[in-house]
Structures are given as structure tokens and as C-alpha cells.
């Protein structure tokens, strides 16, 4: 499937990069260079697990950011639900408004999760949580600027791509080229969806910025979160020119069948299918996350 607009690669948006160390998560400010609009990509809120206390030092960071250069927050955009983070997209739009978004597949997470997690019936499973589910194709508004949304499923059924002007913010449907791609191995990821969902993308304009949601430095470089189309299409050391499908999947399977679950994915779920929020409190007003056994 091809792409269903036509990058103008002439457009620049101004894009400003936050890391969260624990992470290893990068959140963006993506601003419209002609007017004061601008959107938030894949915010985080911090937890210690242990403690079981919430942070927001890295949304805190993003809201001085717009609010000292008096900026508009339009969106809070999340790529994917989130498996090593939680998002701080309710918190942000609780200071400054904006509309949150992410794709129409997310009803396929809930679904899933929610049976993992035991949530019963009070837990939706029909994405009411967000205020706008995206299609693939669909667009939206940053100002004078038009952002485009492609499916690019593999990592989780409801990943997308965001792309405004010459920026595409891939989530984690790519690393940096020494970093290769994305596990493929959660309840409803599968490595030949990547694999293609990583050639739709890679079909685009060669000098087309790519904007990663996660660097881990690896070899102990420093870390990193832009590249390019043509960079990936050269380096990927896991989807660059040359090599096929068939050859992807072997590789990307016997990647995954060595990686641990990530350490927040128990309270990242639980709280990024529900759109950022915390599970309802209890009649006491407490607030709990559930730790399933044995099936993740």
C-alpha cells in the first residue's frame, strides 16, 4: 500500500525534542513555524514502580516550553499505546488544552488488555477515552499546516505515523539505522505487518525526517532521535535496501524470542489504554493497577 497524500517536503516545522532517561522515550514539541500552533508527541509521566508514586518532570518541562514562547497546544498526539512509559498527555491538556488523538485501532488494544487486565464491563473498549481517533489517510490541522496519519501497524495493531511537512514521528515502528526496528512479539504485533508497515514508510521522500519515539544508544553512542528516509534505506541494520521480507521476519523473531517484557509494560498498559488516565479509585478513593499472572 502506497502512501495516500503527497509529502511536501518543502514544509519545515519546528520540532523540539525532549528525552525522558528512564525510558529511553523522546517526547516533541511540533510547532507550526508561521503562527504560534503547535502539538505534543507521545508525552510521558514519570513512575517509580516500586514506590508506586507518579512524576511529571518531563510533561512539567514541555508545559514551561509552550507557555514561556505563549504557544497553542492543538494536540496531544500518542503514536501507539505505549508498552515502556505512561503518557502525560491528560496532564499537559489539563494545563493547556488541546485534543487527544491516536488511531482508530486502539479499539483492538482495549480489547485486548482489557480481558488481560480483568477490567470488566465499566472499562470502554470503543476509544471514548481519546477525543479523536485517526484513520489511515486522515488529516488534521497544526495551524497552517496539515499533518498526515498512516497505519503502520507490526509493533502493536494500532500504530500510526504522523507526518507534518518534512517530519514523520514513527512511534516505534523504527529505530535509528544501528538501531534496527521494533519488537514485534506483543498480543497482536506480527514482524511481516512491520516489515511492510517499515516499506510504506521508507517509500517516501528520501530527504523526509524521521523522528524517533525511542533511542537506547547503542555501543554506547550518544543518543539520537533524527534520521532520514535515505539514511534508513542505506544502514537499517534491520530493513535497509536489500533485504527481503522473508530474511526481516527470521531476524525480527529471533530478536524477540530473546527479549525480556519491558518494565513498566504492567502500569503502562493499564494507564495508556485509558487514554493517560489512572484506573477509577475504589469507594475508599484509592487508585490500584493490577499485576496479571502468567499472561504476559
Not at 525526517?209 to 544508544?217: N, P
Request: hydrophobic fraction near 40%; proline fraction near 5%; glycine fraction near 10%.
Amino acid at each position: 500500500m502506497g502512501i495516500p497524500f503527497n509529502p511536501n517536503v518543502s514544509e519545515v516545522p519546528e520540532v523540539i525534542a525532549f528525552f525522558d532517561e528512564a525510558s529511553n522515550t523522546i517526547s516533541y514539541i511540533v510547532r507550526d513555524p508561521g503562527s504560534r500552533s503547535c502539538s505534543v508527541v507521545d508525552a510521558v509521566m514519570e513512575i517509580d514502580y516500586a514506590a508506586g508514586r507518579l512524576a511529571f518532570d518531563g510533561a512539567d518541562a514541555i508545559i514551561a516550553k509552550i507557555k514561556q514562547e505563549n504557544w497553542e497546544l492543538e494536540w496531544l498526539i500518542e503514536t501507539h499505546i505505549h508498552a515502556d512509559h505512561l503518557s502525560g498527555a491528560p496532564y499537559i491538556q489539563k494545563e493547556l488544552g488541546g485534543k487527544i488523538g491516536i488511531g482508530d485501532q486502539v479499539t483492538t488494544v482495549q480489547e485486548t488488555f482489557g480481558k488481560i487486565f480483568n477490567d470488566g464491563t465499566e472499562f470502554r473498549r470503543d476509544g471514548s477515552q481519546f477525543d479523536q481517533l485517526f484513520g489511515d489517510g486522515d488529516s488534521y490541522s497544526i495551524g497552517g499546516m496539515t499533518a498526515h496519519v498512516l497505519h503502520t501497524p507490526g509493533h502493536t495493531p494500532a500504530c500510526m505515523t504522523h507526518v507534518v511537512g518534512n517530519a514523520a514521528f514513527v512511534g516505534d515502528t523504527l529505530f535509528m539505522p544501528d538501531g534496527g526496528s521494533a519488537r514485534a512479539d506483543f498480543p497482536g504485533g506480527d514482524a511481516r505487518t512491520l516489515y511492510r508497515s517499515v516499506k510504506r514508510l521508507l517509500s517516501m521522500p528520501g530527504e523526509m525526517r524521521l523522528f524517533m519515539c525511542h533511542d537506547y544508544g547503542p555501543n554506547g553512542r550518544e543518543i539520537k532521535w533524527e534520521t532520514s528516509v535515505a539514511a534508513e534505506r542505506e544502514h537499517n541494520i534491520h530493513v535497509r535496501d536489500g533485504i527481503d521480507e522473508d530474511t526481516f521476519v527470521a531476524l525480527r523473531q529471533a530478536r524477540d524470542e530473546t527479549l525480556a517484557m519491558p518494565k513498566l509494560i504492567i502500569p503502562s498498559l493499564q494507564v495508556n489504554m485509558r487514554a493517560g488516565n489512572l484506573p477509577p479509585e475504589d469507594d475508599k478513593g484509592d487508585v490500584f493497577l493490577k499485576v496479571p499472572i502468567n499472561k504476559l
